[in-house]
């Protein structure tokens, strides 16, 4: 079913802000969240880590990543307030991409913190990308599922909301299938990850939309 959602109609949500209101929506009423991670790169530069990694400071970004820690155990704290656990999927093609470098030590003091990532590889996911790749996805448990959107330069840009509980379930049952089919997190990140180099930025990492 992975393979169809982009052709399925949804409520389109945009801008980014109305995504992001409408899904918060759903955090006091679920108990588990799912998320999958297909695209390689994406430009966040709302998180100081990322810029710092993104202008070419590398030991900086890992600095700046550890130094956030504490949000990142006290939005867990609230997570289990509100009664719910945190699951991803994260696809991951090699050679690795400079970004997806930089989010392997940011997941790394998140899965630390609580969430629940599990590494799978293209092949996992190759069944449903016949027609093209699958879609960066969330899950509000079975109420609601959202297909993330970006623009051309991996910036966040909203969302596409579906409500219908047979592609919810369907979608949510393969997911959760890649979910326990896929590598733990810090087995990968011990073996891929750990003894790499600073990565060599590229220019696209920084672009605007439309360059």
Excluded at 72 to 88: I, K, Q, T
Excluded at 129 to 142: A, K, N, Q, T
Excluded at 177 to 203: C, K, N, T, W
Aim: hydrophobic letters at 40%; aromatic letters at 12%; charged letters at 30%.
């Amino acid at each position: 079913m992975l393979d169809r959602v982009r052709g399925v109609p949804g409520d389109v949500l945009r801008p980014t802000r109305a995504y992001l209101d409408d899904s918060s929506r759903y955090w006091p009423r679920i108990a588990r969240f799912d998320k999958l991670e297909r695209i390689q790169h994406f430009r966040e530069p709302y998180d100081e880590s990322w810029q710092a990694f993104a202008a070419g400071r590398w030991q900086e970004s890992l600095e700046l990543t550890e130094r956030n820690r504490p949000n990142v155990v006290a939005e867990f704290a609230e997570d289990a307030r509100l009664g719910y656990h945190s699951y991803r999927v994260r696809v991951v093609e090699f050679p690795i991409d400079p970004y997806l470098q930089w989010e392997m030590h940011r997941f790394k003091v998140r899965v630390e913190c609580g969430e629940n990532i599990r590494i799978v590889r293209p092949d996992a996911v190759a069944s449903f990308e016949r027609d093209g790749s699958v879609p960066e996805l969330i899950f509000m448990d079975s109420l609601a599922m959202y297909e993330v959107l970006y623009d051309d330069t991996g910036l966040l840009a909203g969302g596409r909301k579906f409500t219908d509980p047979d592609l919810i379930a369907r979608c949510l049952a393969e997911v959760r299938a890649l979910h326990a089919g896929g590598e733990e997190f810090q087995a990968f990140f011990d073996r891929e990850i750990a003894a790499l180099p600073p990565p060599v930025v590229e220019s696209e990492l920084t672009r605007s939309p439309g360059r």
